[in-house]
T-cell receptor
Framework: EAGVAQSPRYKIIEKRQSVAFWCNPI?????LYWYQQILGQGPKLLIQ????????DSQLPKDRFSAERLKGVDSTLKIQPAKLEDSAVYLC??????????????FGPGTRLTVL | AQSVAQPEDQVNVAEGNPLTVKCTYS??????LFWYVQYPNRGLQFLLK??????LVKGSYGFEAEFNKSQTSFHLKKPSALVSDSALYFC???????????FGAGTRLTVKP
């Protein structure tokens, strides 16, 4: 079974530029998550989708971050414009979607973003 | 809101010795607890989880964790450490009907030959 795919793996941009990340979850997984992991910290949930609907985006900085999952499969996360403090690893995860609290989340390799 | 504390930034053990990585949690209602491991330049890999039932949970690669409700702890253990176990370990907690999984800051485990 293929795991969660993410691209690109690495991205370097200058502040105020835009950037987009792509995620393809495990086949059949209804729930998709985007996390931000700052160096030295645990991952922090940015947004959660159930199929193509947003379940939780309370910690997404909506003035600059946006995400979509139009067909209920793959997803993109965009930052526009980027700030220095956005430098982090962006992790995508997916889960079957049967039970929000108890489902196991499976993570992709992440995209390491450096903002100069 | 739920939270997790991993009181040790770093744990060092010798190969062959038992290891423990500590985790305490705070949540309203029943906790759902998870352990993940992260190798360099890799995403998080699931090790085990506690949902209900037996307090001792067995997971991947010989790891196990013990849920202790009175101490609000969920420590990760392995009877005999391997050098290849060296990695960053994260504990996480979710509450009932709660979408937000909260992670600890991580504990770096180093197993020396």
């Amino acid at each position: 079974e293929a795991g969660v795919a993410q691209s690109p793996r690495y991205k370097i941009i200058e502040k105020r530029q835009s950037v987009a990340f792509w995620c393809n979850p495990i086949s059949g997984h209804a729930t998709l998550y985007w996390y931000q992991q700052i160096l030295g910290q645990g991952p922090k949930l940015l947004i959660q989708f159930q199929n193509n609907g947003v379940v939780d985006d309370s910690q997404l900085p909506k003035d600059r971050f946006s995400a979509e999952r139009l067909k209920g499969v793959d997803s993109t996360l965009k930052i526009q414009p980027a700030k220095l403090e956005d430098s982090a690893v962006y992790l995508c995860a997916s889960s079957p979607g049967g039970s929000p609290s108890t489902d196991t989340q499976y993570f992709g390799p992440g995209t390491r973003l450096t903002v100069l | 809101a739920q939270s997790v504390a991993q009181p040790e930034d770093q744990v060092n053990v010798a190969e062959g010795n038992p290891l423990t990585v500590k985790c305490t949690y705070s949540v309203s209602g029943n906790p759902y607890l998870f352990w993940y491991v992260q190798y360099p330049n890799r995403g998080l890999q699931f090790l085990l989880k506690y949902i209900t039932g037996d307090n001792l949970v067995k997971g991947s690669y010989g790891f196990e964790a013990e849920f202790n409700k009175s101490q609000t702890s969920f420590h990760l253990k392995k009877p005999s450490a391997l050098v290849s176990d060296s990695a960053l370990y994260f504990c996480a907690v979710r509450g009932m009907n709660n979408n937000d999984m909260r992670f600890g800051a991580g504990t770096r485990l180093t197993v020396k030959p």
